[in-house]
């Protein structure tokens, strides 16, 4: 999904041109803002996919898959060369899948909770460290 996101804010960048960085900018804290404010139950979305159909389980698929959607569609949009985008974000997800299988399991649901939380935040840091240096 964030490959999807960058090829879809790259060539969107192309077209818009200079608002595209302030697109990225507001994406980012929108996103940031989701991931700390939105209340979802874990335990209540995981019992509607086992007793879901097939559309039902790529509809969660895709809804989980809108937040890296959206940072590669910032990152596209940010014109920053795809092939490092790629390399980078194939050796985040290395990384964070290797953490996450390790950790994920030791983690009380709360823990988990301030973790996406904390994401978030670092999405709004992002942004707003992004809009300051497009003001400078």
Not at 102 to 120: F, I, P, V, Y
Request: zero cysteines.
């Amino acid at each position: 999904m964030p490959l999807v996101g960058l090829l879809l804010g790259h060539a969107l960048g192309h077209l818009i041109g200079d608002a595209a960085d302030y697109l990225a900018i507001a994406v980012l804290l929108a996103v940031g803002a989701w991931m700390i404010f939105a209340d979802e139950d874990e335990d209540e979305k995981t019992d509607r996919m086992i007793g879901g159909n097939a559309l039902l389980l790529i509809g969660v698929g895709i809804s989980i898959s809108l937040d890296e959607l959206a940072i590669g569609f910032s990152i596209g949009l940010s014109h920053v060369s795809i092939w490092l985008a790629v390399l980078l974000i194939g050796l985040q997800a290395f990384v964070a899948a290797q953490l996450g299988l390790r950790l994920g399991n030791r983690m009380s649901k709360h823990a988990r909770e301030r973790a996406e939380q904390l994401a978030g935040g670092a999405l709004i840091a992002l942004a707003v460290l992004l809009g300051a240096e497009k003001a400078l």
